[in-house]
C-alpha cells in the first residue's frame, strides 16, 4: 500500500483530498494540519508520496528525514519552496498546479488596484469610525492609465484582458513576449525600464528566482512616476520590502498592495502558529512590512489573491490526480 501524507490541510481540505482518491485501497492517506518541517517529518517518515503548501519548506534537512520519498506534489504553481537539487539528485519527482487560478489572482490584483486608486482603505476606516467626510479621499481613473505588466503568463496574460476592458493601455515585460495578447488587446513588449518609467501602475506576475529576487528594488523605484501604484502578488521576495516603505515614506511612490511579502509568515496567524520558531531575517522583514501597513496609502493581505472556493479545489484535485498519475506511471505536471 502507497503511504501518502499531506499536510497544511484543514479538515474540508482533507474532505476534498479523500473525496479525489475515493475508496482505492492501493493508497493510504494521512493528513496533518502542521508545515513539513524537521519538527513534523516523523508522520512522512514512511511516505513514498507528501502534499504540501508553499508554508512548508522542503529543505535537504527535511528530504533527509523521509528516506522513502518518491514524490512532492505541491500545492501550488511555484516551487521555490522546495529544494530541487536534492530532489534531483535523489530523484525524486516535483510536481506543481500549473493553472489554477489566472482569474482568481489577477482578478483579486485589479481588486487592489481600484482600492488603491478610489483610497478605499482610508474610505473604509474612516467610516467604521462613523465619519462620512469625503476630504482627502479623491481619487483618480483607471480609465486611460498605463498599466504595466511585469510577467505575461497565465495570470499576467488575464491582468492585460482586464486592463484592456478597464480601457488601459496595456504595456508589459516578458523574456518571451505572447504576440497573441499584442494582437487581441493592444498589449506592447518592451524592456523591464521603460515599464517601470512609463507606467502608472505596475503589476508583478513572476515566479521567485535567484534571477528575480529583489526584481524591484530600492534602484528601480527611483525610475518609476511618483503617483505610481505598485502590485505583487506574485512572490514576497520578488520585491525589496525596505525599498518600498522608504519609498512611500518619502512620497515617491503614490501608492503599494502588497499580497505577498517578506516577513509575511511572522504577521498570518496560520502560518505563525504553525511555526516552532522564526528566524532573525524574517523578523526583520516584517517590521519593515508594519512601517509599510501603517501607510494610508498602502495595503497588505495575507496572500489570500488564490483564496476562493473554487480555486482551492481546482489546486486540490489537481494535487490529488498529480500522485495518482505518478504512481500509476504516467506522471503529470512534472517540474523541471
Known sequence: MTKVAFFDVDEKEQTTLSRVFGKEEAYELSFYRKSLDTQTADGAKDAEGIGIFIQSRITQDVLGLLPRLKTIATMSTGFDHIDMDTCNARNITVCNVPSYGD??????????????????????????????????LMGTDIRGKTLGLIGTGRIGAHMARLGWAFGMKVIAYDLRPDNALSKEFGVTFTNLEDVLQQADVISLHVPYLPSTHHLINAERLRRVKPTALLLNTSRGKV??????????????????????????????????????????????????????????????????????????????ITTAENLKAYFSGNPQNVTH
Open 239 to 316: 520585491v525589496d520590502t525596505k525599498a518600498v516603505s522608504t519609498a512611500l515614506r518619502e512620497g515617491r511612490l503614490g501608492g503599494a498592495a502588497l499580497d505577498t511579502f517578506e516577513g509575511e509568515e511572522v504577521w498570518i496567524e496560520e502560518e505563525f502558529l504553525k511555526r516552532d520558531e522564526l528566524a532573525a531575517i524574517p523578523l526583520r522583514e516584517a517590521m519593515e512590512s508594519f512601517s509599510i501597513m501603517r501607510s494610508e496609502s498602502a495595503i497588505l493581505t495575507p496572500h489570500n489573491a488564490f483564496n476562493t472556493r473554487e480555486a482551492m479545489d481546482r489546486i486540490l
Open 103 to 136: 482569474n482568481t489572482v489577477a482578478e483579486y490584483a485589479f481588486g487592489l488596484i481600484i482600492a488603491l486608486a478610489r483610497k478605499l482603505k482610508p474610505t473604509f476606516e474612516r467610516v467604521g469610525r462613523g465619519i462620512f467626510s469625503r476630504a482627502g
